[in-house]
């Protein structure tokens, strides 16, 4: 879930907001304009012009890091010199002359950031970490120069209000619409009173949500489980005690330690043979930041709650979600809530199965107690051992990493449609892990350039993510340059690389969004892409995840490294069934958490200060998920996508493109699946076109309906018959 780009995007931001707030630096655009001139740039920076590279590829042969920040500098000056010459202008406003002429614009800052992100997230070293700390506030005083300009805005909205006498094709239309609606949801509109009290809210949610990360990371740090009675941790592995020792060896305390991780379950919990212990354990995580005193973060989460209703109403909104959603392909928090309410009895219905078949175990080992939240992971993954078991040493050598590459993710794309894939040794490259190919269209036309980095490093970020060096446009006449990100382990020199088949899902995960960047086909840069809402920018990569088990792409791929022979039947359909086991349980926490992030957003803003834990519980009864053996994935007083990192009223997102990649997948099944025309005809209204139309109609005209709940519940092995649409 986390396999996406938007997770770093948010933490970039997040250091942004954080550092401007806390006035590190007091820079405003007259600081920069006109300083088009910045010491060190000059035609000998590989970022001067535009690379001579085939698809305008990163000279990474030229690149220091030392480049980088006169580069980054002089390009916000030359952004800040032309965004200050289209608001200025004398001339009538005209769709030329303001939004042409600032998709136009940037083209220095573009070239650099696009290859300083992927550099920074993929081969990062201290000389880079400073240039990030120093250019971060920089980069976002610049955003605020732009979105802030009360003149540019004058342009903008005029040009709005003719749109419909202008005469233009609909991507100019829908760039006119967004980018409005961009100043909009910013504050442009506002008197400038109401925009001095909106930037007085945003700084004290900027300081609250600060507040919260400092909180919760020492809350959770103190709550750890500590023993000294190694008794007490029966049933970890020596792997698992090992790293509890360290532990305990990091925090210079005896005994052993079990840090907690952010979500409410913890790892150990399914291991712990001592009963008394996982209730410790699942206790410590569900309390960790409800013990009163400086790291207790109630009030502060009861503030930010009441803050972001507050800010939704000077801004116009009934709610904060009201006003998050806008711009998302849901559009309202209504439509969120009735997607989410219309899953919740199929999930819990299977939910209390599943705790009927554990309590049963539970009795059949004679336990003599009623089964817990505590217990669930522990008597669950007894279940899954005998009934799912996968041992993952028979099943890598079925999944060769190059074998999955071209055999199956390229495959699975050349039969749809049509592409195909050469090796490119000619190119240079940050790290020598990286393999780039040249993607041609099947009548044989150049389309992009795909670099992959796979293997694990130190100096890497964590999880899975797809972003470009060069992003399609045909205004600036560019052709996508596109990287996919993992964290394999890297085997032993001439060993081949062997992985399991979660990384061959994030394999197809990653070049699904790859795709939806290298086929592009639109002319504004801000429209091209992935540049789509959250609840729909993980939709064309969970799709991809699909192919991995396609019969006839997984018989294509999974062959034995050393001798060719395809994965026994019986193994494959263990992988398969496996994907069912214990659903119940995880929408229903999905949905719990969900529910509640939206529950909290949607509050008036007139409504009290609330206390957490009464409108939590509140909160679940009201929306049917007050399960008491299946608590929520995230509590309200460690939710940090909601109170930290700038996901508040979006967590929903999720579950809402996983409705959208299954459903799509269905309509492939009923039309005969792996084909070039469904390709194709896929391609055309979806994959190729961005932002360039509303989604919800984007995706309706392309499916012939409206999305529907039916194929996810499905997929995930839940009963639609419980639902009532
Ligand atoms: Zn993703």
């Not at 990091?250 to 996982?278: I, M």
């Amino acid at each position: 879930m986390d396999r996406t780009q938007l997770g770093k995007m948010r933490i970039i931001f997040l250091q942004i907001s954080t550092l401007i707030t806390a006035g590190a630096l007091a820079l405003t655009p007259g600081n920069l304009l006109g300083q088009s001139a910045v010491a060190g740039f000059g035609p000998g920076n590989p970022f001067f012009a535009p690379s001579a590279l085939p698809f305008q590829a990163p000279p990474f042969d030229k690149i220091k890091d030392a480049d980088y920040q006169p580069a980054i500098e002089a390009g916000i000056a030359q952004k800040l010199d032309e965004v200050r010459i289209i608001a200025d202008n004398p001339a009538e406003p005209t769709f030329e002359n303001t939004f042409i002429a600032m998709e136009q614009s940037g083209r220095l800052i573009d070239r650099v950031m696009n290859v300083f992100n992927g550099v920074t997230g993929a081969n990062i070293d201290p000389a880079l970490e400073k240039v990030q700390e120093t250019e971060a506030p920089k980069l976002a005083a610049m955003q605020d120069a732009i979105y802030l300009n009360a003149k540019l805005f004058q342009r903008v909205s005029k040009i709005y209000e003719q749109r419909s006498s202008l005469h233009l094709d609909a991507e100019s239309l829908r760039l006119i619409e967004n980018e409005y609606q961009q100043f909009v949801l910013a504050g442009a509109r506002l008197s400038d009173s109401d925009k001095a009290q909106l930037k007085k809210l945003n700084e004290e949610e900027a300081n609250l949500s600060t507040a919260f990360i400092q909180k919760l990371l020492a809350a959770a740090k103190d709550a750890a489980y500590v023993t000294h009675d190694k008794q007490a941790l029966a049933g970890l592995s020596e792997a698992q005690l090992a790293a509890a020792a360290q532990s305990a060896k990091d925090r210079k305390v005896d005994g052993w330690v079990l840090p907690l991780q952010n979500t409410t379950q913890q790892p150990e919990l399914q291991s712990l043979s001592n009963r008394a212990t996982r209730q410790a354990l699942f206790e410590a995580s569900w309390t960790r930041a409800e013990h009163g005193g400086k790291n207790d973060t109630s009030d502060t989460i009861a503030r930010l709650a009441e803050l972001h209703a507050q800010k939704a109403k000077l801004l116009g909104y009934s709610n904060y979600a009201a006003w998050k959603l806008v711009d998302q392909m849901a559009k309202t928090p209504t439509a969120a809530l009735k997607f989410m309410d219309a899953l919740v009895p199929a999930a819990t219905a299977k939910a209390q199965g599943e705790a009927k078949d554990i309590q049963a175990l539970i009795d059949a080992q004679q336990g003599g107690f009623s089964l817990e939240p505590w217990d669930w992971n522990f008597y669950s993954e007894q279940v899954r051992k005998a009934k799912y078991d996968l041992d993952e040493a028979q099943i890598k050598p079925y999944f060769e990493l190059n074998s999955v590459l071209e055999n199956g993710v390229f495959y699975a794309a050349h039969q749809l449609y049509g592409i195909s894939f050469k090796r490119r040794m000619d190119l240079p490259v940050y790290n020598p892990d990286v393999q780039v190919y040249e993607v041609s269209d099947a009548d044989g036309k150049p389309l992009a350039l795909w670099y992959c980095d796979y293997f694990k490093r130190d100096n890497k970020n964590g999880g899975a993510w797809m972003d470009a060096f060069v992003s399609q446009s045909k205004l600036r006449g560019t052709q996508p340059v596109i990287y996919n990100v993992a964290n394999f382990a890297k085997p032993m020199a001439g060993e081949p690389a062997l992985i399991s088949f979660d990384d061959v899902t994030t394999m197809f995960h990653e070049f699904g969004h790859a795709l939806h960047g290298m086929f592009a086909n639109t002319v504004y840069p801000s429209l091209s892409g992935t540049s789509v809402p959250r609840d729909f920018v993980e939709f064309p990569s969970q799709f991809n995840e699909h192919w991995a088990s396609n019969p006839a792409v997984f018989a294509h791929y999974a062959k034995h490294y050393k001798t060719g022979a395809p994965m026994p039947s019986e193994l494959a359909a263990k992988i398969k069934k496996a994907a069912t086991f214990n659903q119940g349980y995880m929408l229903t926490e999905l949905l719990a958490a969900a529910e509640l992030d939206m529950q909290w957003n949607t509050l008036a803003p007139d409504a009290p200060l609330q206390n957490p834990d009464t409108f939590e519980a509140a909160a679940l009864q009201k929306t049917h998920l007050s399960l008491s053996t299946v608590p929520p994935r995230y509590r309200s007083s460690y939710f940090l996508h909601i109170w930290g990192n700038d996901y508040a009223a979006g967590y929903y997102a999720y579950l809402w493109c996983e409705m959208l990649d299954d459903d799509a997948f269905q309509w492939f099944e009923d039309h005969g699946g792996l084909t070039r025309a469904n390709g194709n005809r896929f391609r055309r209204m979806v994959l190729s076109r961005g932002n360039t139309e509303d989604l919800d109609k984007m995706y309706a005209n392309w499916l012939g309906a409206e999305p529907g709940i039916k194929p996810m519940l499905k997929a995930r092995g839940l009963e639609p018959e419980a639902v009532s649409k």
